[in-house]
């Protein structure tokens, strides 16, 4: 199995930025997948980014062009660079992985408030 440990959440003001940071231990050779998501009061969890095996990238409309997610070679860790930073980006994150085999591990949840 796969843990997850969050960090880099915090407040900050409309254009800002922050990065946050997620700390993967375990089985970590049978991760294929590596994301963020992140859940708004009052709305469903979605997907703001994920990076594959080979490194290929998607983002949500919303945040792209402003967002960056990396990981590290050894898949022991993935990143999300958040600059220009907007209210509506106000949310939970949330890292994901996911395994060769379809087994999903999330973490805590850090959280992000982005002030107006």
């Known amino acids: 199995q796969v843990q997850l440990v969050e960090s880099g959440g915090g407040l900050v003001q409309a254009g800002g930025s922050l990065r946050l940071s997620c700390a993967a231990s375990g089985s970590i050779s049978s991760i294929n997948v590596m994301g963020w998501y992140r859940q708004a009061p009052g709305k469903q969890r979605e997907l703001v980014a994920i990076i594959t095996n080979i490194r290929s990238t998607n983002y949500a409309d919303s945040v792209k062009g402003r967002f960056t997610i990396s990981r590290t070679s050894a898949k022991n860790a993935v990143y999300l660079q958040m600059n220009s930073l907007k209210p509506e980006d106000t949310a939970v994150y949330y890292c994901?992985?996911?395994?060769?085999?379809?087994?999903?591990?999330w973490g805590q949840g850090t959280l992000v408030t982005v002030s107006s």
């Open positions: 994901n992985t996911r395994t060769f085999s379809g087994r999903d591990a």
